[in-house]
């Protein structure tokens, strides 16, 4: 049973840090690329970065980049999402995702605000 688990939101004031952990089971975590990707109230469900399955080359949205890192521990089959530097407009349920699979965690809701 395939099973994506995420947690580390919460509320943080704008400029802060949080960081989320997708503990992963039931698939062969180490092959597959990972995803994270967000989902503000009234918006479409965007990337926020990937992470390669064993070079962890990472990619970002424009919208993140410089203040979002993605990385993996494959021996605990477990991806993070470190924001830093957090906005108003990071206010969203981040889900993390092996998209080429069709699997997605429950999400976990970050809020920022003062």
């Known amino acids: 049973q395939v099973q994506l688990v995420e947690s580390g939101g919460g509320l943080v004031q704008p400029g802060g840090s949080l960081r989320l952990s997708c503990a992963a089971s039931g698939f062969t975590f180490s092959s597959y690329a990972m995803s994270w990707y967000r989902q503000a109230p009234g918006k479409e469900r965007e990337r926020v970065g990937i992470?390669?399955?064993?070079?962890?080359?990472?990619n970002y949205a424009d919208s993140v980049k410089g203040r979002f890192t993605i990385s993996r521990d494959n021996a605990k089959n477990t991806v993070y999402l470190q924001m830093n530097s957090l906005k108003p407009e990071d206010t969203a349920v981040y889900y993390c995702a092996v998209q080429t699979r069709g699997y997605w965690g429950q999400g976990t809701q970050v809020t920022v605000s003062s």
């Open positions: 992470i390669t399955a064993t070079s962890g080359n990472t």
